[in-house]
């Protein structure tokens, strides 16, 4: 086997593809000469591009990890084993993975090349071919937008290489662009019948998940470098396409979503298309565990004796920037952090890790150092941590889009073409969603009227009537009194959970005659706190001491009184709250969706994409330094210096990847990169 480039010989689905070399014919292996020639054949080939794309130098761990989560949004916390792995932008050609992105993606056309030559090879039914084909064709055209979006000018081999095909110059990121557009254009009419409502579930390219990837392409086409505006009209076609089918609709839940890749539970509804990891649907191959949700997700450590304990590094914090993107309740109390009337926050940016002995939640709040919240392994049942006997290992599918970016693609598409009248709708509609209030009124607020005295612990809260469910708050106690109210949840967000009218808040465990107390236990009658003294059960008459430090002559359980009784009260949402200001300019809207795409699709390695698109990538960076640096990241104990450090380290060149090494050395007919 001669050569080893982007052009190597390669497995499909565990079959060799190489072309031979010698004039003896191989017999203990299949070639394209004596394989595919059945639909079974075609199919296992296709799977094989599939399980491709969820590898480790892919999306099992660098597309959503390595080279995209030093941005504004989320930054590494690690020094020079971050480096080791492109964290910080300061790699070069020669780094592995910088490398395993150009080989296996190669890797997958290559495969995909030979299973197109082939296709029309074995008798079989037209329909199945066409699916298959159409699948293949945008796949193909996939991989090409990775390598295109990643590096630039790529060479663009379309059937598979003869071995004398070995400096092939890079094709202009454009032609390449019109070649994607190509093959996702003929996928799109080869898959016309081939939709989510036929199949129920979405780690397999469908009609819609054609149209809308095809959208991002044309999102990117239109942005830097190309910077072809008329590719917006695109935009908006396809995304109209997407939206029209009427097949998808944002979950009312946005930690559902997440929840449900976790539990290998398909959402075909808002996740248009997601590669499939364990447990992936009929026909797709299983693959071993990955990497979603350790480096960016909530730290933890796997601990033996813990069954529910998984695996998470956590290498990643998010940015105050992103924390303070969301809205708070401006006249809530708590402290350090007030309350979000954005679901998206406490979900993305968690306030919690879990460590000890025995592994237990302990309280994040400091913002510069809270885990990316996004992806969260605690919520994998068993049978996701314990792949192949090896416990650690995780199977999340990865959400390569999702409705809620079609809305915004399209939000971004009207507002460029005719302004943001139109535009209101798709972005309000994402909003509505974070809130929380798609389908519904939820608990926008409790507020505090009495903060009481006498706490020595801080009481339970409970959210009841109103004719809804699901909402939970936490009390902050200082100094014995109530002083905040966390509003935790708003509520249950599902059908018949939202609330027609402001709930009751009860703050504490109301007595309750027959009642078993332990010692210690607080408890309240009327407007006044008892401490039980001694333990026992109440009888049906109610402490009634209101000062003095005797106890309460109640038989059985001994009540002292201990203070004040805290009370607060409750409302609810109008529905209004997430909308943004009517009359917003063309520029200020469109500064508008660039943070709502902050906020809603943070962790799902888009934003640096993002910024190199919106054409000032290197200033953002700088910009974003500077006020990172003056807000706290710089502080080596409270801040995250490490990722400051990578921001700053922010070049012009990192646009692209450089040309990996090896290659260079192999296809002497490529040129580097500008500034690598």
Not at 137 to 149: C, I, T, V
């Amino acid at each position: 086997m001669k050569r080893i480039g982007i052009f190597a010989c390669v497995m499909i689905a565990g079959l060799t593809s190489c072309k031979k070399f010698l004039d003896t014919k191989p017999t203990d292996f299949y070639t394209p000469e004596t394989y595919y020639t059945s639909e079974g054949q075609l199919q296992q080939a296709l799977n094989g591009a599939y399980s491709n794309l969820i590898r480790s130098e892919l999306y099992g761990q660098v597309m959503g990890f390595n080279f995209t989560t030093t941005t504004d949004e989320v930054m590494s916390n690690r020094g020079a084993d971050g480096d080791a792995r492109g964290l910080r932008y300061n790699y070069d050609a020669s780094q592995a993975y910088v490398a395993g992105i150009w080989r296996y993606c190669y890797m997958g056309i290559n495969n995909l090349n030979s299973l197109l030559d082939n296709i029309g090879k074995p008798v079989m039914d037209e329909g199945r071919r066409s699916i298959i084909k159409g699948q293949a064709l945008f796949l193909r055209g996939y991989y090409y937008f990775l390598l295109a979006s990643n590096y630039g000018d790529v060479p663009l081999i379309l059937h598979s290489p003869a071995i004398s095909d070995v400096n092939v110059p890079a094709a202009a990121q454009k032609d390449v662009y019109v070649q994607i557009e190509k093959d996702m254009k003929a996928a799109e009419g080869l898959l016309a019948n081939y939709t989510l409502a036929k199949l129920g579930y979405n780690d397999v390219v469908t009609l819609t998940a054609v149209q809308a990837v095809l959208a991002r392409v044309y999102l990117y086409w239109a942005g830097y470098p190309l910077n072809d505006i008329s590719k917006y009209q695109d935009v908006l076609t396809y995304t109209n396409k997407v939206v029209s089918s009427g097949l998808h609709a944002l979950n009312q839940d946005y930690r559902q979503i997440f929840i449900n890749l976790c539990r290998d539970q398909y959402d075909v509804k808002e996740n248009i298309w997601e590669l499939g990891s364990y447990g992936a649907a009929p026909g797709v191959v299983n693959k071993t565990g990955n990497d979603i949700g350790n480096f960016v997700g909530i730290a933890s450590g796997l601990t033996a004796a813990d069954t529910s304990s998984y695996t998470g590094a956590a290498w990643v914090w998010v940015t105050k920037k992103l924390f303070d993107a969301y809205d708070v309740d401006p006249a809530n109390t708590a402290t350090p952090l007030k309350s979000s009337l954005d679901v998206r926050r406490d979900w993305n940016c968690a306030n919690y890790v879990y460590g000890g002995s025995p592994r237990v939640k302990q309280a994040r709040t400091n913002v510069w150092q809270m885990c990316a919240g996004k992806f969260r392994r605690e919520y994998c049942p068993g049978y996701m941590r314990n792949i192949n006997g090896a416990q650690g290992t995780y199977n999340i599918n990865w959400p390569v889009i999702r409705y809620a970016d079609v809305l915004l693609m399209r939000a971004e598409a009207e507002n460029f073409l005719n302004g943001p009248g139109n535009a209101y709708t798709d972005v309000n509609q994402v909003r509505k969603r974070g809130y929380g209030i798609l389908y519904g009124n939820v608990v926008k607020s409790v507020t505090i009227t009495n903060q009481g005295s006498g706490y020595t612990t801080a009481p339970v809260i409970t959210i009841n009537g109103g004719g809804g469910s699901g909402a939970t708050a936490t009390a902050i106690l200082t100094t014995g009194k109530v002083t905040g109210i966390y509003l935790n949840t708003p509520g249950a967000l599902t059908a018949g959970s939202y609330y027609a009218s402001a709930p009751v808040v009860v703050i504490g465990t109301p007595w309750t005659p027959g009642t078993t107390y332990t010692a210690n236990a607080q408890v309240t009658v009327g407007g006044n706190l008892y401490t039980v003294t001694t333990a026992g059960t109440s009888t049906t008459t109610a402490p009634s001491q209101t000062s003095g430090a005797s106890s309460a002559a109640v038989t059985g359980a001994v009540f002292t009184y201990a203070g004040v009784a805290a009370t607060a009260t409750a409302a609810i949402t109008s529905g209004t709250e997430a909308d943004l200001p009517a009359n917003l300019s063309k520029d200020v809207f469109q500064l508008a969706i660039r943070d709502e795409r902050m906020r809603e699709l943070c962790f799902e390695a888009l934003r640096k994409a993002d910024l190199i698109r919106w054409g000032n990538f290197y200033q953002d960076m700088q910009t974003f330094a500077a006020w990172a640096s003056a807000n706290g990241a710089a502080n080596t104990s409270t801040g995250n210096a490490n990722g400051l450090q990578g921001v700053m380290s922010a070049l012009p060149r990192h646009v692209f990847l450089p040309k990996p090494t090896y290659e260079l050395n192999l296809n002497h007919a490529l040129v580097q990169n500008p500034g690598w």
